[in-house]
């Protein structure tokens, strides 16, 4: 992207982070909430740039947490104003890599969920808590024990 940028989008670009986005942070509050345990910013399958923001691993579920502007909301999109050709490729290769990491983790026998930073976390947990719940692995002393 060529051009000058004005400093207040600058600054509001750097404030940007790649972790702990208030959404994610909401999202996982409810799923702790829930009793649910989970890593962070993992990668799980080899290839530059596929850091998962929530992990659960022995159930194999991937939590991705977009935002409608990087992520290309279909409810949310916006287009910005100053150099809109650049950042409509830059949006559009960020939504390419997003399909192409969901796709490398299904084949690798991973359940992909993904929340959108608009969507309601609480009822977001609970689709995921429900993945998880269905994935986990049995204990086999467990179910030995018990029958």
Request: aromatic share 6%; with cysteine.
């Amino acid at each position: 992207m060529t051009g000058a940028v004005p400093a207040s989008v600058t600054s509001r670009m750097r404030s940007n982070t790649r972790r702990d986005t208030a959404p994610e942070l909401r999202l996982r509050r409810a799923l702790h909430a829930r009793g649910l345990r989970f890593r962070l910013d993992r990668r799980v399958i080899p290839g530059p740039r596929n850091r998962i923001d929530i992990v659960f691993g022995p159930s194999k579920v991937a939590v991705e947490v977009y935002g409608c502007f990087w992520h290309a909301c279909p409810l949310h999109r916006t287009s910005p104003r100053t150099n809109g050709g650049a950042w409509q490729r830059k949006l559009a290769a960020n939504v390419a890599r997003d399909r192409n990491v969901r796709a490398a983790l299904e084949d690798a026998g991973w359940w992909v969920e993904v929340v959108w930073e608009h969507e309601d976390p609480e009822m977001a947990a609970s689709r995921i808590a429900g993945a998880v719940r269905s994935r986990r692995p049995v204990d086999r002393h467990h179910r030995r024990a018990s029958q």
